[in-house]
């Protein structure tokens, strides 16, 4: 289903039932304390989400080298506490973030999102019905005017976030993609589509060509769409109306006297059955699928790989139900049927509190380990023993090296990143704008220009305390998203390599600064300095190295 059509379906689905449930309440005139519903949420997502986080911490560390324990754990409490969708827009753009494409908990980020949601729209509707029925307490027609109010609410909303997310589409699809509110307008669709239902009336003949198509639209969504990029945005309407269409052309009408061909498949005890177990199968399949990847050192899997992981993940869904959701789901006060009552009454206590320790220790281990790791980042600044470390002089003096533990250890290398990475002064792919920042002593009337790609980040470090030491100030200028072709410049350098691209981003970097130095790699210079500059060409080596991973251009003025 592409990138996520299944997603949107699932979240339209999620809206149709939840919504749906809540007008019905407020049609019969029922107490309207969120609490009765909140509690059935509870029991109904939280034992499978606790297992599954369980399985996953569990596997991290048997699978994981300890180096990406962190990633793991910085998921762990977000997807508990159903925000992690939040915390995934906020490191999709992060260039020392993980990538969160790889991790076995990506997917929760839409339980997220469907769990915001109820909490909100169960609020948002009560409220809207309890404020109508307190006006109109002493008509007869209370409930229908609160289911009336109801709607309109969901209705405002629906409309509010599909606007919110066509305009937010084209501005940060990558966060757009995880926002909630973006997201609203599916799930309220949904919810839309349940309250107007019962109104609705589709021939019979015509019932199986529109499933038909919204299957056939719901399959095309990931051949035809790129979803990560467009995104819950208006295309998001061609998975959504396809899982709509198959719902209106299942709904019977009292006319219906020769059966629904839809319904009726849809009834069929196999897809009653996956029905069932569809939350825990999507809860399961990607920590299986990414851990399997993991397990049998492969990036992509085959067709039996698929059958099987599908297999299993049915299995261990199955097993989740059967064993966890529905002895915790049901219980005495639970209005389910009589023999589920009866089958589990006595199935509620101790797999209560044994999910209550799980998901103390989840979170206990989880940011116990993020406090760890935090408190070990004064470890860089600890100077090192010469005759254990002895660095190049193991090559210049010979010198001994003994055997020695690795520094830095590899839990503090995440640390190890320059200056301009923390600020987010990073040109990535997707970046077109020239980036400049400032470090050392702005105020100082010397400037150095650091100018290039990956490479002057090695230098910054040095050039930030020279700065703030020298009284000067120092600027980096970065541009990603360029085409690199590496030609000979005879004017400039002997056969050092150069590259249009970077020349154009430098002249663009330094029209209008008064320059003392110009820093560069790989990066063609003298068309574009100052005349200043240009007569020092003579006295200064323009290249340090014909490799291009370590050439550096340098002219003081």
């Known amino acids: 289903m592409g990138v996520s059509g299944g997603v949107d379906v699932f979240l339209t689905l999620s809206g149709f039932f939840f919504v749906g449930m809540l007008l019905r309440n407020i049609r019969r005139g029922t107490d309207l304390s969120p609490w009765p519903v909140a509690k059935r949420l509870i029991r109904r997502l939280l034992p499978a989400l606790v ?190 109306l396809g899982a709509l269409a198959i719902v209106v052309a299942g709904e019977r009408n009292d006319s219906d006297t020769r059966g629904n061909l839809v319904e009726s498949f849809l009834s069929t005890r196999p897809l009653v059955w996956l029905g069932s177990v569809a939350y825990a199968f999507y809860l399961w399949h990607w920590p299986i699928l990414i851990f399997y990847l993991v ?73 116990g380990w993020i406090q760890y790791l935090d408190k070990r980042t004064d470890k860089l600044a600890e100077p090192l023993d010469p005759t254990l470390y002895p660095g190049a002089t193991e090559y210049t003096a010979a010198a001994y090296t003994p055997r020695a533990p690795l520094r830095p250890s590899p839990l503090d290398v995440r640390e190890d990143h320059p200056l301009t990475a923390f600020d987010q002064c990073i040109a990535d792919i997707p970046t077109i704008e020239l980036l400049r920042c400032t470090y050392g002593d702005t105020e100082a009337d010397r400037t150095i220009v650091l100018a290039g790609a990956r490479m002057p980040s090695n230098g910054s470090a040095h050039c930030t305390r020279l700065g703030s030491n020298g009284a000067l100030r120092w600027r980096r200028s970065l541009k990603s998203h360029a085409h690199y072709r590496w030609i000979p410049n005879p004017r400039i ?63 003081p003025s």
């Not at 099987?308 to 006060?333: D, F, N, V």
């Not at 509620?348 to 979170?363: H, N, R, S």
């Open 295 to 367: 397990a049998a050192d492969k990036h992509v899997v085959t067709l039996l790989d698929g059958v099987g992981i599908i297999a299993i993940s049915l299995l261990c869904a199955w097993l989740t139900l059967r064993y966890i959701e529905i002895p915790l789901r049901y219980s005495t006060r639970n209005p389910a049927p009589l023999s589920a009552r009866r089958t589990h009454r006595r199935r509620t206590t101790y797999p209560a509190i044994a999910l209550a320790t799980l998901a103390a220790v989840l979170v206990t281990a989880s940011v």
């Open 51 to 240: 297992t599954i986080l369980t399985a996953v911490s569990i596997a991290t560390v048997v699978l994981f080298p300890f180096t990406q324990w962190n990633n793991i754990a910085t998921q762990v409490v977000p997807s508990l506490f159903y925000y992690q969708n939040w915390q995934l827009a906020r490191t999709t753009g992060d260039y020392l973030a993980a990538d969160p494409n790889t991790s076995p908990l990506q997917h929760l980020w839409s339980m997220s999102v469907q769990g915001q949601f109820f909490v909100a729209t169960l609020l948002a509707v009560y409220f809207a019905a309890w404020a109508t029925q307190s006006v109109l307490r002493n008509r007869k027609d209370a409930a229908a005017w609160s289911t009336r109010a109801a709607i309109a609410v969901i209705v405002g909303a629906t409309i509010a976030s599909f606007l919110y997310a066509a305009l937010r589409i084209q501005i940060n699809p990558s966060w757009t993609y995880y926002d909630t509110f973006a997201r609203t307008w599916q799930l309220l669709l949904g919810g839309v589509v349940a309250a107007a239902l019962p109104y609705i009336s589709v021939h019979r003949h015509l019932r199986l060509p529109l499933a038909a198509t919204g299957l056939a639209a719901i399959v095309l969504t990931g051949v035809v769409l790129e979803g990560g990029l467009v995104f819950p945005g208006p295309w998001a309407l061609v998975p959504v």
């Open 493 to 555: 350098t002997t056969g050092c390599p150069t590259s249009n691209a970077a020349t154009g981003m430098l002249r663009a970097s330094t029209t209008s600064l008064r320059l003392n130095l110009i820093l560069s790699s790989q990066t063609a210079l003298g068309r574009y300095i100052t005349p200043q500059a240009t007569s020092f060409l003579s006295h200064m080596p323009t290249c340090s190295s014909t490799s291009p991973e370590t050439t550096f251009e340098y002219w």
